[in-house]
């Protein structure tokens, strides 16, 4: 069962910024950040799907996804956070998209234990 590994979770004041990082030893084309916030639904925030960011309205502006390939990690830099940024960040690999939506992503093959954000306003 491959696993992937998040670090850079914490505790920040809105308007902080923090940088999770994701190792993905697995040869994948598509990965992404998955947010579980309190009450709510799991929902990718970020993808890069064949070199092609993208995000949840929410994070624009934001929220960086990006990938370091000899590295293998994946990377979501996060900046002027907000209390509803918080919840547990997951990375993951291979995703699972809707057949009429490429563009929506419903899951993934890989995931990573998940990662604590929490912002105080």
């Known amino acids: 069962q491959v696993q992937l590994q998040e670090s850079g979770g914490g505790s920040v004041q809105a308007g902080g910024f923090l940088r999770l990082s994701c190792i993905v030893p697995?040869?994948?084309?598509?990965m992404a950040w998955f947010r579980h916030a309190p009450g709510k639904d799991r929902e990718a925030v970020a993808t890069?799907?064949?070199?092609?960011?993208r995000y949840t309205d929410s994070v624009k502006g934001r929220f960086t996804i990006s990938q370091d390939e000899a590295q293998h990690t994946l990377y979501l830099q996060m900046t002027n956070l907000e209390p509803e940024d918080t919840g547990t960040y997951y990375c993951?690999?291979?995703?699972?998209?809707?057949?009429?939506?490429?563009?929506?992503?419903?899951?993934?093959?890989?995931w990573g234990q998940g990662t604590q954000v929490t912002v105080s306003s």
């Open positions: 993951a690999a291979d995703l699972l998209r809707e057949p009429g939506d490429p563009t929506k992503v419903t899951g993934a093959d890989y």
């Open positions: 697995v040869d994948t084309l598509s």
């Open positions: 890069i799907i064949r070199g092609v960011q």
